[in-house]
């Protein structure tokens, strides 16, 4: 399930994720936790064909959301999809164009560890860890 929205900080407190610059020892910072249990369960933004957090941690057969911001320009397109060990597609959300946002609902998952990524730019800035415990 896909929900747009439009004017989103006004209706979800608004949760900034401002990635880690350094050595190639920093760890890859993590998306945002909404607080409460109202609102989406993360946060992720893609800006400079990055997201800005790479690892996600949810509990096993727990559905989730992402509140997903596109912060590139209009003409450079994201989305984040889910891929098994064996890297094969199992949860497809559509691009949208930068300067929007979406909330992206996904279903439930088994534990194990699986990877998100954007299809359009699957490069390392744009590829994360979805750990399911």
Do not use: W
């Not at 209009?74 to 497809?92: A, K, W, Y």
């Not at 560890?113 to 490069?123: A, L």
């Amino acid at each position: 399930m896909l929900r747009t929205t439009l004017g989103l900080a006004a209706l979800v407190p608004a949760v900034l994720v401002v990635a880690a610059c350094g050595a190639a020892s920093t760890p890859a910072p993590a998306a945002t936790r909404a607080p409460g249990g109202s609102g989406p369960d993360f946060t992720v933004t893609a800006k400079g064909i990055a997201y800005d957090g790479l690892a996600i941690q949810m509990e096993a057969d727990k559905g989730f959301s992402i509140h997903f911001r596109n912060d590139d320009p209009s003409t450079v397109p994201h989305d984040i999809d889910i891929r098994d060990s064996g890297d094969r597609i199992i949860q497809d959300k559509p691009t949208i164009e930068g300067g929007r946002d979406v909330i992206y609902d996904f279903t439930g998952l088994p534990a194990g560890t699986y990877k998100f990524e954007c299809s359009i730019h699957p490069i390392p800035a744009m590829t994360g860890t979805l750990t399911v415990k």
